[in-house]
């Protein structure tokens, strides 16, 4: 009788330490999917992901918008990507996102982690491909060949949203004198992130590419007022006024730079 107690309960204290150890190996491998998380700013998600923490606390790594994506532009990350593992995402230069119109990744995802609200046109019943947020573009443009005085404009006949998300600004071209530069420029509020410019420059390492929105772009700060803009002024004067006007001048610039005198005030 003895001896069976003492087997019982050596058993017993063999199966508390492996499970105490198992408990611990979960514990070491979910907190590195925290931290995998909370470490992987330059991840690209689908469109209508939620802001980082939310989409993480959403996602449970089924893979339904992956297999739902007609392009194969969506992958479930593994570890080593620059997403946290399990979750979806996208690299733009080897396969962009191509703006479906029904948008069935988003459509597929059964937790809002991917949120349709974020994608639905203004009626609030059809979708809107366009307000996709993926990331932002932004140009590297010591090493584009257009900024060099080249001709190409490969980013910009490839971008879907064309003279709208990306343009072409004009300048002459210093180094030679009788040429023109044509230089793209995004525009951020537009630009939907889908790595289609990206997937089409032509040099060897893309200088047009997809970051997160938070990463590539600046943020101003509630302080600062455009006072000519209604929406801005409305937000810091919500009991109504005017937006500043200031009268436009016909002049040019050059003729500010030329001109013999300078407006002093005797106060």
Partial sequence: MGDGQGIDRRGFLSRLTRGAAAAAVGGVVWGGFVREGQNA??????????????????????????EACPYDTLFLATPGDRAPTGTPSLTPRQVP?????????????PTGALDLASVTA?????????????????????????AWGLRCDACYRACPLIDQALVLDYSRNKRTGRHAVLLPRVEPDVCTGC????RACVVEKAAIFVLPREVALGQVGDNYVRGWDEADQERVNPDGGAADQVDRSGKGALDYLNDGELEVDDD
């Avoid at 690209?44 to 996602?59: I, M, N, S, W, Y």
């Avoid at 996102?97 to 995802?109: E, N, R, S």
């Avoid at 203004?122 to 993926?134: A, F, K, M, P, Q």
Wanted: hydrophobic share 35%; charged share 20%.
């Fill in 41 to 66: 700013p330059l991840s690209l998600r689908p469109p209508g992901a939620l802001p980082a923490q939310d989409f993480l606390g959403k996602c449970i790594r089924c893979g339904l918008c992956v």
């Fill in 97 to 109: 996102c191509y703006l479906c119109t029904d948008i069935p990744c988003t459509v597929a995802c």
């Fill in 122 to 146: 203004e009626d609030g019943h059809s979708l809107d491909v366009n307000r996709t947020r993926i990331g932002v573009a932004v140009m590297d443009y010591h090493n584009c060949i257009a």
């Fill in 195 to 198: 790595g289609l410019c990206e």
